[in-house]
């Protein structure tokens, strides 16, 4: 346990080191923020109601949802995990006494620390500036189910991320295949727009898989629009992913081992 | 003599990034088809918000596609022409920046197309077939639309010009201002807007500043109104002369940045 302590301390050192570069990505996201609060004000100047959410719960929507998003962000670790493959680096973990994938987990966990804080920060400034549109919690249990249910998408997003970093041990290079995925699920879990904007099919769908109970699902209960007891479902189906998603990850890093060349070293 | 030496470097650079994208061509194909869903993104995007309302800010839906396409075709053209000046930070940082400098040939010309990213040509496929569509329900003499097509072609080359010169502007402080963090990625965020019609800024001072210290209204949206709206010749000239204006204070950024240049990791 101490070793994987001493990765967490490890990465968030570094990430002292590069502050900037998260400073950076703050002011991005700013810039995304208001930018989405400045179309999406134009287009309520034609309507009241757009997915089924007035002008307020919208504004509520990107605010927490962004909130979420950084909470559950990973960072790009699948790029760490596929450039460790491509670059040979993997060896020197395959030779300590440490498995790879408790060591990407709890790296992680130190990589978004201050990414994590800058984030959290940032929107509790932007929950101030909108303070009178943001929609308060429909009440203070459906803030645990959220808590929980945030915690549990941090993990299936992890996951989800070593996993698609290990395809690396097919393909060489994967940086396509990874902005492939990172468009796909922020797509998919809400991270642009509701995803009330899917046709009914597709939205019953989505709703069977993991990516929409990372920022759409806790959104929506946030804003009471699902159920306390539709939300503990979605905390057991994100569990269910979670555990469908480990096995995975272990046998494709058993059969990835076996194709694993050590190119780069 | 200059320019065909610069052609030559170009098509050889061209030819290099492409051999270079298919020594791995599933992972070029995925390139392709993430570009593909990034330009998809924004049409649906658009097309669903208009099944709400009629018009955003006095711009009904194929005319806000129209915008979306000009976004699509100038974005596409710099990165498949200078797609490197996005990587200067990586260069300056790792000290690669001091083998550009020993070349005989123009330095922000080599650090420009050092790398293309042929797989954006997707956004100009993309985007052309928007135009087709947008641009279908106007009818106007042959003429006119001779007339109005050339002046959307200047427009667009003022807009990748604009586009380019902020680029540079952006990337050069890193030459000198190692350790500034990523301002690339402020930069793609905010040059992103000019995607969608320069009128959603409602704010004054927004518009101010979309119009003269990051002028991207001057990208799509100028070109996009020009073509729908009819000729205003104002815009153009103010187009060109911003363009003109851009480009001369990037390249002085440029070779301020150099002179400041103290070499790292080499």
Request: glycine share 6%.
């Amino acid at each position: 346990m101490k070793k994987y302590l001493i990765l967490i301390a490890n990465a968030w050192q570094r990430q002292l080191v590069y502050r900037s570069t998260v400073y950076a990505y703050r002011l991005g996201n700013v810039v995304e923020i208001l930018f989405q609060f400045a179309i999406w004000t134009s287009v309520y100047k034609g309507t009241d109601l757009v997915f089924g959410y007035n002008y307020n719960e919208m504004i509520t929507y990107i605010i927490i949802g962004w909130l979420i998003n950084f909470i559950t962000d990973n960072y790009g670790m699948a790029d760490v995990v596929s450039r460790d493959i491509q670059n040979g680096t993997l060896s020197n973990y395959l030779l300590k006494p440490l498995s790879y994938f408790k060591y990407s987990v709890t790296m992680s966990l130190g990589r978004i620390t201050i990414a994590l804080l800058s984030g959290v920060a940032m929107q509790i400034f932007f929950i101030y500036v909108f303070r009178h549109q943001i929609v308060a919690p429909e009440n203070i249990l459906s803030v645990a189910v959220i808590v929980l249910i945030v915690i549990v998408g941090y993990f299936v997003r992890l996951f989800l991320s070593i996993l698609f970093g290990m395809i690396a041990f097919w393909t060489t290079d994967v940086s396509g295949l990874n902005s492939f995925f990172a468009i796909l699920i922020r797509f998919l879990s809400g991270g642009y727009a509701p995803l009330s904007l899917l046709p009914a099919a597709l939205y019953s769908a989505s709703m069977f898989f993991p990516f929409a109970y990372i920022v759409f699902f806790p959104t929506q209960l946030y804003l009471g629009k699902v159920s306390i007891m539709i939300g503990l479902r979605g905390v057991l189906i994100e569990v269910v992913w979670l555990i469908v998603l480990y096995g995975i990850i272990k046998i494709v890093w058993h059969r990835g081992l076996k194709r694993y060349e050590g190119v780069g070293m | 003599m200059v320019y065909r030496k610069a052609c030559k470097i170009y098509f050889l650079k061209l030819k290099n990034s492409i051999m270079m994208r298919m020594a791995y061509p599933f992972n070029f194909l995925m390139m392709v088809v993430s570009v593909f869903g990034q330009a998809m993104l924004n049409i649906i995007f658009i097309k669903v918000i208009y099944q709400y309302v009629p018009n955003i800010s006095g711009w009904n839906q194929e005319q806000a596609l129209v915008v979306v396409a000009t976004y699509l075709i100038i974005e596409g053209l710099i990165w498949t022409t200078t797609a490197y000046v996005a990587g200067i930070r990586n260069t300056v940082r790792r000290g690669i920046l001091d083998y550009e400098l020993v070349k005989p040939m123009d330095t922000q010309f080599l650090v420009s197309v050092w790398r293309v990213d042929p797989e954006d040509a997707m956004r100009v496929v993309v985007a052309s077939y928007l135009l087709f569509v947008g641009l279908g329900s106007l009818s106007f003499p042959l003429i006119v639309w001779a007339g109005k097509i050339l002046i959307y072609l200047l427009l667009i080359f003022n807009g990748y010009i604009i586009f380019y010169s902020l680029l540079i502007a952006v990337n050069t402080v890193y030459i000198w201002a190692i350790e500034s963090g990523n301002l690339t990625l402020i930069f793609e965020n905010i040059i992103r807007m000019a995607q969608y019609p320069g009128d959603i800024f409602f704010h004054k001072s927004a518009r101010i500043f979309f119009s003269s210290v990051m002028p991207i209204i001057f990208l799509a949206t100028v070109p996009a109104k020009m073509i729908i709206f009819g000729l205003d010749y104002m815009l153009v000239f103010y187009s060109s002369l911003i363009a003109l204006i851009s480009f001369i204070l990037s390249r002085k950024l440029w070779n301020y940045a150099l002179s400041h240049y103290s070499s790292a990791s080499s």
